[in-house]
Each structure stands twice: as structure tokens, then as C-alpha cells.
């Protein structure tokens, strides 16, 4: 029951979703717990749990991606007094061509007129209301227009009293955004407290408010002004060698940096291989020299022991990916990895890419009678939610269209029921999608006659096809089942070649469902698949339409 879920609150005839706050997120969320309201109606409430627990979890995810930032990372070389000095002079340079830019924008006095010159002719077509507040309103971007640069001063004077003002304080926050994207663009530590990043702050504070006083001295047409802060000042120029960038360190930072994205939840551990290799072809392990016909070694040498599809889809794009991403940091000068490519080669497709419907029953038909094996001994060493992922992953993937890994790492709480249907969410929350967005599924209703429900009801909470108890490792436990599931059907001879086991059944929905008369748009957005065009992107397909769309889907026959 939902009265004793951990996340079920009851208070003053109310109901609430609830999340403990882990420790170390408690200063960046300010809580100990997050709630959500569900209403007064308990039923209501009890369905709108997962959907709010989900909400919540969302909130915890992004706070840990902000700690991530914060953390002290190791292997980076902690931050020293002339990278002080670029920061401050970088600050200082750049608020300076901020309020140029800002400038420009301002309206010019050609641009007021014309409004005002607009503002009277609409009095004179429509007359002059009788509520002053309509005339306000109707005047207001008038008004916006003609204070723009007062509005603009008056912030930046807040903004230079604040500053003074905390700085005398000893306090920091004003400027902890600028320290974070600092340090992360150079690979530098500063740890949260320590006494390197306080000065950094003191001194990007320092750096504004000189700033501040030049856009002062701005207003006033006094462009002369020079920074009387003996810290603000240019950087003398490095004679001395650049230091080195040590590849796999910028690995880790660049899977940090993608993990606050909400990628690479898993670490980075398949693409980590390509970095791997070309480590181990390379003589040296500084990024800053590696060039582009290093790189183009590497592939060569790869190539000879890889496809040129795994070379395709993810080892040349993985290099690609790193050395671009250091480049746009300012980590490396040059990024030689632009240029690198591999030609696609032509495929001859001898068949369909999906199961025939003979093909999908005969498999299906086996799943669904399958029994794990039971030995002599009369122990099965098969566990029954492995059991059952093997009957019922194949039943749903032919139903929904999603990919293996989305269905094997599906939770208690990704069911519900609405509109007179059972839908299913897959949705990162629950391990991974391709898009990283979530989207609701309607079960078709062969999948109800079959008992699917019967079973996940048997499931107070969590993964249904996996014992994994930890959200952290739902996505690596669903991986694992998922290839447990294709190696297996494999075996048994009821995959034929040409067809790819994750994606068989992926190709056959969507052709069932052309078959069937449904929309493209309509099949993409039950199967995750991206808009095809600009066009598409436009307005959503709702679940109405989509439990329309799965109705009219055949059934399969299992007999």
C-alpha cells in the first residue's frame, strides 16, 4: 500500500510524495526533505505518487551534478597565484565587453521616438482609457525604452554595493557561478572551503568591482579609466613550456562534465575503450601533442582489429568527442581530431531488418512457455525475475516498440493506469533512453490478456526484472539481463541473420504499425525516436492518441 511507501506523507488530511535529502546535498537544496502535494483524494494520490516521486528524484539528480562540480577532483593540479591572476584579468576583461555589448543594445533615441510616435497614434485610433492602469499598461514599453539606461545603471550601482559590502564580509557567494566555470574550463581544483578558493572569489569580486566603477565612469562618456586595484592588471606573458594535458585525466573530466548533463551515467565505461586504445598506441600521453596524423595512425592501427562499424559509432566519435570538447575549454590550442572520419561502407541487405510476423510469433510463442531448468538436485540456479524478464522482455518489446535495455530496466512505479489503459514510463529516472527524455507507453491489450500485470503486481517497488536495490546501478543490472536475454535467444536458434536482436523487434512495430494506418510521427513518439523535421517538433502526440494508435495494432498469435 501507498500508506507505507518511504515515499508517502500524510499530514492534515493531505497527502505528499517525500525524499529524504542526502547530507552532502543539503547545503546546495537548502532542506533535509523534499515533498510534492498529491491533494486530499487518497486514490488520486496514490496514483500521482510515482509520477511526484519521479519529480523528486529529478531534483536530487540535478544537485548531485552541482556537488559533482564542487567536488575536489584529484587528479587535477590545484589552482596557483598566475592562474589567479588570468582569472582576474579574464573577469575584468570580459564584464568590460559585456557592457559594451549591452550598450549597443540599448535603444537608440530614433527607436524611442518611434514608439512614442506609435503609443499616440493608438490613443488617437482607440481614445485614451478611463483606468489609469490601462494606460499604464499600454504605455509600458514606452517607459521600458525610455529608462533602459537607468534601469541598467541602477543595477550595476546594486551589484557594485553588494559586492563591496561582502567583500568586507568575508563573504562569497556573489561569485561562486564564475569560480565553478573557471576552474572547470582549466582543469584546475578548488576545493569547496578550502583556502585557494576563497582567495580566487576575493579576487574575481575585486575584478568586478573595478569593472563596475569603468561602466560608472561609461555613463558619464569617460572611457580613460585604468584599474587602480594593484591585482587588476594584464598577465605578464609565459615564456616557459606549456604544462602537459594528460589525456586520460582529461577523460575524467570530460565524463564529469557530461555526467552533470545527464549522459554517462555509467561512468563512461564503454567509451572509456577508445581512449584505452589510443593510449596504448601512443608513445606519450600529453594531448597537447598529439596531432592529426597521430590520430590517423591510431585509426589505421585500430582498424585492423576492430569493425568498421564499432570504429563508426563509437571509437573514432569518442576521440572526436574528447579533443573537441577540450579545444571549445581552452584546454588544448588545437584540436586535431577535427578532420577525423570513417567512410561508411555500402551494406547489402539480403532480408528485412525486422522479424517477420512468422519469425516474432515462433519466438514469442517460446518465450511465453518458457520454464527455467530445473537439475537434478532440484535447485534452479535462475532466479525468477531473470525468468521472467526472459518471458516477458520479447512480449513487450513486440508491443511497445522500445529497446530491450529500456523494457529490462523497468520499475514498479513506471506503471499506472489513466485513461481506462495501463501505461508504462521509460524514463532515465529508471536507468537510460537513448534521448535522455522520458515518454509514456500504453500496454497493449494482448499484454493484459497474457497476466503481465499479475506478475508486476507481485513487485512492491523497484526493478521488476532485476534485484538491483541501488538507483545508482539500475541501468548496469538492466544491461546485463538485456544481453543475458539476447545471447540466449541466440542460442535457441530464434534470432535469424540479418536481424539484430535489440532492434528486431523495433523494426517490426514500426512496420506493423504503417500496416495498421498509424501516423510516423505518432510510432517515433511511442518508440523515442527523435522529430524528422522542424515541423514535426511542433505540438505533442498525447496519450490519447497514442492508446488510440496501440488499439489498432494487431495481436500476435500465441497459439
Known amino acids: 500500500m501507498a500508506g507505507n511507501d518511504r515515499h508517502w506523507k500524510e499530514k492534515g488530511g493531505r497527502f505528499y510524495a517525500r525524499m529524504a535529502v542526502p547530507v552532502a546535498l543539503q547545503p546546495i537544496l537548502g532542506k533535509t526533505e523534499l515533498t510534492a502535494p498529491l491533494g486530499a483524494d487518497r486514490r488520486e494520490a496514490k496514483r500521482a505518487l510515482a509520477s511526484a516521486v519521479a519529480a523528486l528524484q529529478a531534483q536530487i539528480s540535478h544537485a548531485k551534478g552541482i556537488a559533482t562540480l564542487r567536488e575536489p577532483l584529484p587528479h587535477r593540479p590545484t589552482i596557483t597565484t598566475q592562474d589567479y591572476g588570468i582569472a582576474v584579468w579574464r573577469r575584468y576583461m570580459a564584464m568590460l565587453a559585456e557592457d559594451e555589448a549591452k550598450r549597443d543594445r540599448l535603444p537608440t533615441p530614433a527607436a524611442i521616438e518611434a514608439e512614442k510616435a506609435k503609443l499616440v497614434r493608438r490613443f488617437q485610433r482607440n481614445g485614451i482609457p478611463d483606468d489609469p492602469l490601462a494606460v499604464v499598461e499600454q504605455s509600458l514599453d514606452l517607459l521600458v525604452m525610455r529608462n533602459a539606461k537607468a534601469f541598467d545603471k541602477n543595477a550595476r550601482e546594486a551589484r557594485l554595493d553588494a559586492l563591496r559590502r561582502e567583500l568586507a564580509e568575508n563573504k562569497t557567494h556573489q561569485v561562486e557561478h564564475e569560480i565553478d566555470e573557471y576552474l572547470n574550463?582549466?582543469?584546475?581544483?578548488?576545493?569547496?572551503?578550502?583556502?585557494?578558493?576563497?582567495?580566487?572569489?576575493?579576487?574575481?569580486?575585486?575584478?568586478?568591482?573595478?569593472?563596475?566603477?569603468?561602466?560608472?565612469?561609461?555613463?558619464?562618456?569617460?572611457?580613460?579609466?585604468?584599474?587602480?586595484?594593484?591585482?587588476?592588471?594584464?598577465?605578464?606573458?609565459?615564456?616557459?613550456?606549456?604544462?602537459?594535458v594528460d589525456i586520460e585525466f582529461l577523460w575524467r573530466d570530460y565524463v564529469t562534465y557530461r555526467k552533470t548533463l545527464g549522459y554517462m551515467k555509467d561512468g563512461g565505461r564503454r567509451q572509456f575503450l577508445p581512449i584505452q586504445s589510443l593510449l596504448d598506441h601512443l608513445s606519450y600521453r600529453d594531448a597537447r601533442r598529439t596531432t592529426?596524423?597521430?590520430?590517423?595512425?591510431?585509426?589505421?592501427?585500430?582498424?585492423?582489429?576492430?569493425?568498421?562499424?564499432?570504429?563508426?559509432?563509437v571509437y573514432v566519435p569518442t576521440v572526436k568527442a574528447l579533443f573537441r570538447w577540450a579545444h571549445d575549454t581552452d584546454r588544448i590550442e588545437q584540436n586535431p581530431a577535427a578532420s577525423l572520419r570513417v567512410d561508411a561502407q555500402k551494406v547489402v541487405r539480403l532480408r528485412e531488418k525486422g522479424f517477420k510476423d512468422e519469425e516474432a510469433e515462433t519466438l514469442l510463442q517460446f518465450v511465453r512457455a518458457y520454464e527455467p531448468l530445473v537439475p537434478f538436485h532440484g535447485k534452479v540456479l535462475e532466479g525468477p525475475r531473470m525468468s521472467a524478464a526472459k518471458r516477458w522482455a520479447s512480449l513487450i518489446a513486440a508491443h511497445t516498440g522500445a529497446r530491450i535495455g529500456e523494457i529490462?530496466?523497468?520499475?514498479?512505479?513506471?506503471?499506472?493506469?489513466?485513461?481506462?489503459?495501463?501505461?508504462?514510463?521509460?524514463?532515465?529516472?529508471?536507468?537510460?533512453?537513448?534521448?535522455?527524455?522520458?515518454?509514456?507507453?500504453?500496454?497493449?491489450?494482448?499484454?493484459?490478456?497474457l497476466g503481465l500485470m499479475q506478475y508486476v503486481?507481485?513487485?512492491?517497488?523497484?526493478?521488476?526484472?532485476?534485484?538491483?536495490?541501488?538507483?545508482?546501478?539500475?541501468?548496469?543490472?538492466?544491461?546485463?539481463?538485456?544481453?543475458?536475454?539476447?545471447?540466449?535467444?541466440?542460442?535457441?536458434?530464434?534470432?535469424?541473420?540479418?536481424?539484430?536482436?535489440?532492434?528486431?523487434?523495433?523494426?517490426a512495430f514500426k512496420t506493423r504499425g504503417r500496416?495498421?494506418?498509424?501516423?510516423?510521427?505518432?510510432?517515433?513518439?511511442?518508440?523515442?525516436?527523435?522529430?524528422?523535421?522542424?515541423?514535426?517538433?511542433?505540438?505533442?502526440?498525447?496519450?490519447?492518441t497514442k492508446i488510440a494508435a496501440i488499439a489498432k495494432m494487431p495481436s500476435y498469435k500465441l497459439t
Not at 592529426?292 to 582498424?303: C, F, G, I, M, T
Not at 538491483?468 to 535469424?496: G, M
Open 185 to 244: 574550463q582549466h582543469g584546475l581544483a578548488a576545493p569547496a572551503g578550502s583556502a585557494e578558493r576563497v582567495t580566487l572569489a576575493k579576487h574575481l569580486m575585486r575584478a568586478e568591482i573595478e569593472a563596475l566603477n569603468r561602466t560608472l565612469e561609461r555613463d558619464k562618456g569617460d572611457y580613460t579609466g585604468r584599474p587602480s586595484d594593484p591585482i587588476v592588471k594584464a598577465p605578464a606573458a609565459k615564456t616557459e613550456a606549456l604544462p602537459p
Open 292 to 313: 592529426k596524423a597521430d590520430l590517423r595512425k591510431w585509426q589505421e592501427a585500430a582498424s585492423q582489429k576492430f569493425s568498421a562499424g564499432t570504429m563508426r559509432k
Open 408 to 449: 529490462t530496466q523497468l520499475r514498479r512505479e513506471d506503471f499506472r493506469e489513466e485513461l481506462g489503459s495501463v501505461v508504462i514510463r521509460i524514463s532515465p529516472e529508471s536507468g537510460t533512453t537513448k534521448t535522455g527524455d522520458f515518454r509514456d507507453v500504453p500496454l497493449h491489450p494482448q499484454l493484459i490478456e
Open 457 to 507: 503486481e507481485t513487485i512492491a517497488s523497484g526493478p521488476i526484472f532485476t534485484n538491483e536495490t541501488k538507483p545508482e546501478k539500475y541501468r548496469y543490472a538492466a544491461s546485463k539481463v538485456a544481453n543475458r536475454i539476447s545471447d540466449w535467444l541466440q542460442r535457441e536458434k530464434l534470432v535469424p541473420d540479418g536481424v539484430w536482436p535489440s532492434h528486431g523487434f523495433r523494426h
Open 515 to 544: 500496416e495498421a494506418g498509424i501516423q510516423d510521427r505518432i510510432l517515433d513518439a511511442l518508440q523515442g525516436h527523435a522529430a524528422k523535421s522542424v515541423g514535426d517538433a511542433y505540438g505533442d502526440v498525447t496519450l490519447r
